[in-house]
């Protein structure tokens, strides 16, 4: 695969320091004061990301390997039964781990996360 120009690099950098950003400040203004049965809803949403994006659905159709997944139905169960800033941060981790443990590279694995 040929190199990724320097300038979507840069592009993908700038907007996950943006995104980093923005959740240290709702960290900050919010507090990070979450009851446990949220903490141990948002660890089961992040193992069950992890879990279905290794289970990939192929589409026959597509010439170039285009597949599809669940996870984004549990982004959204996140999304709607937590905080924000705790469902950000379930999915940018469960996201990030598993495209680790698909082999991503890394500007691949940055940009999925933010």
């Known amino acids: 695969m040929d190199e990724v120009p320097l300038k979507t ?17 709702a960290a900050i203004t919010d507090g990070i004061g979450w009851p446990w049965t949220e903490f141990f809803f948002a660890a089961f949403i992040v193992i069950g990301i992890i879990t279905v994006e290794y289970f990939k659905i192929e589409l026959p159709a597509a010439s170039f ?4 997944t669940l996870g984004a139905v549990l982004c959204l169960a996140a999304a709607l039964a ?33």
């Open 65 to 68: 390997g285009l597949y599809l």
């Open 82 to 114: 937590l905080d924000p800033l705790l469902a950000s941060l379930a999915v940018f981790s469960a996201s990030i781990l598993a495209d680790i443990v698909n082999r991503f590279r890394p500007l691949q694995i940055l940009v999925n996360g933010t």
């Open 9 to 25: 690099r840069i592009w993908a950098s700038v907007f996950a320091v943006i995104t980093l950003m923005a959740m240290a400040s």
